[in-house]
């Protein structure tokens, strides 16, 4: 049990800032949510002009600069890439199409539920269902193949490209959007929005957080070690919820959600799916990213530009319901998942080993 | 003694190569690791399936072995 009290401890943090963080400003169930934060992100670069969801993060900013800065004192900053990156790339874009749907990656899923949001819960359904499909095609041999040690610039570089992301929030020159309504207005302070996603990004280097690899791990190897923290996440921020009195259980009216459930079950089967391709969820992503893994930084920049997709195409779902665009786009997603899916697999070759 | 190498594989490709390691050589394995986290879950899943686990650091890469 000794080995699994850090993770339990950073499930617990995650969820406690992430009800703090809704305290201080930013929006409802959404303390944490790393696509609605890489895609507030595009916004404010301009490449998508939704002009309610525009604002630099610093949460996530400092999850990637957390991980970094840990990883470099412990010396596991490794600089390495070169797995099928293209790949990941389209991958990443697909999961953010699938959370935009849904409106949530699968950390803001969990956070949706522990504020009493039900639709979340049919999410979760299709996000296990997305998982269990995913294991099906690791079981048949699916891999992206090997990665290979690089030049230590080329890993310094996504955590470089985070500190020019928060000269550009502290500076806020012209060309850069910042919202002045709607979800991308509600922030908290940035110097505490900064500092939790520091100390988030820190443990969750440290302790190896991953959504999507607690369900993995539990149905492939009976390893429950990452499902405590997924766990532990809820837990916290249900207390958390019902102390503050921002525990509203149901369906309807809930805070930037839609009550459509087969599109919430496929947007989260999307994720649920393309996560475990990618081998891990868009927080693990941005940590191994930090970490000087490159394969996780293009996935990062695949969820930025999947954002902007999203936006510009009119595929996002918002409190309305899901769009004509964005229900035609889920079932192309799922097509281009099977294709990876079956390409990457043992199907074609005995290739799974190699 | 089978050895398995599973440098630069991403989660959760190690301890799915050495689970079907293990399914062909049941005395046990030898599994090449080169970072913290694959060194965590393929001992976890090692000593979760009943064997003994002594590992071997060089130059950033870890070598598990696993016996009966």
């Known amino acids: 049990m000794k080995e699994k009290t850090g993770i339990i401890i950073t499930g617990g943090v995650v969820g406690l800032f992430a009800v703090l963080l809704v305290r201080f400003g930013n929006p409802a169930n959404m303390g944490f949510c790393i ?70 990656c699968p950390l803001r899923m969990v956070l949706r539920i522990a504020g009493g949001d039900f639709n979340a819960i049919i999410g979760l359904i299709g996000f296990v269902s997305g998982i ?16 290979y040690k690089l030049t230590n610039l080329e890993g310094y570089l996504f955590p470089a490209i985070n500190v020019g992301f928060l000269a550009l929030l502290i500076v806020a020159p012209a060309f850069v959007f910042f919202s002045k309504s709607g979800p991308g207005a509600a922030t908290a302070p940035i110097w505490i929005s900064l500092a939790a996603g520091l100390i988030v990004g820190a443990l969750a ?10 369900t993995r791990d539990l149905i492939l190897f009976r390893d429950n070690y990452l499902m405590l923290g ?10 958390g919820n019902l102390i503050l009195g921002k525990f509203n259980p149901g369906f309807a009216e809930q805070p930037i959600a839609h009550t459509d459930g087969l599109w919430n079950f496929l947007g989260m089967a999307l994720v649920g799916w393309g996560s475990v391709l990618l081998g891990g969820c868009p927080l693990r992503q941005l940590i191994l990213a930090g970490e000087g893994n490159t394969d996780s930084a293009i996935s990062a920049l695949g969820l930025i530009v999947g954002a ?20 035609i786009s889920v079932g192309i997603c799922f097509l281009i998942l099977l294709a990876i899916s079956y390409a990457n697999s043992e199907f074609l070759s005995k290739n799974a080993q190699s | 003694m ?60 870890f070598v598990l072995k696993a016996r009966k």
């Open chain 1, 308 to 327: 902007a997709i999203c936006h510009n195409f009119g595929l996002a779902s918002s409190a309305k319901g899901v769009t004509l665009n964005g229900q």
């Open chain 2, 2 to 61: 089978k050895t398995i190498d599973t440098c630069g594989m991403s989660c959760p490709q190690p301890v799915l190569m050495t689970k079907k390691a293990l399914d062909e050589e049941k005395d046990g394995i030898d599994v090449i690791v080169d970072n913290n986290t694959a060194k965590g879950n393929v001992q976890r899943y090692l000593k979760s399936v009943g064997y003994s686990v002594e590992i071997e650091e060089n130059d950033g890469t």
């Open chain 1, 230 to 239: 997924f766990l532990s996440i809820l837990a916290v921020a249900l207390v």
């Open chain 1, 35 to 104: 696509a609605c934060f890489l895609r507030d992100i595009a916004g404010a670069l301009g490449l998508h002009r939704a002009e309610v969801v525009q604002y630099i993060r610093p949460e996530i900013i400092g999850l990637v600069l957390g991980s970094f800065i840990l990883a470099s004192m412990n010396k596991e900053f490794n600089s390495q890439g070169g797995s099928s990156p293209v790949t990941r790339f389209v991958l990443s874009i697909i999961v953010m199409i699938g959370a935009l749907i849904f409106l949530g």
């Open chain 1, 132 to 147: 269990y499909v995913g294991i099906f095609f690791l079981n048949k041999g699916f891999n992206l193949k090997r990665s």
């Open chain 1, 205 to 214: 280097q440290k302790y190896r957080l991953c959504t999507v690899g607690g």
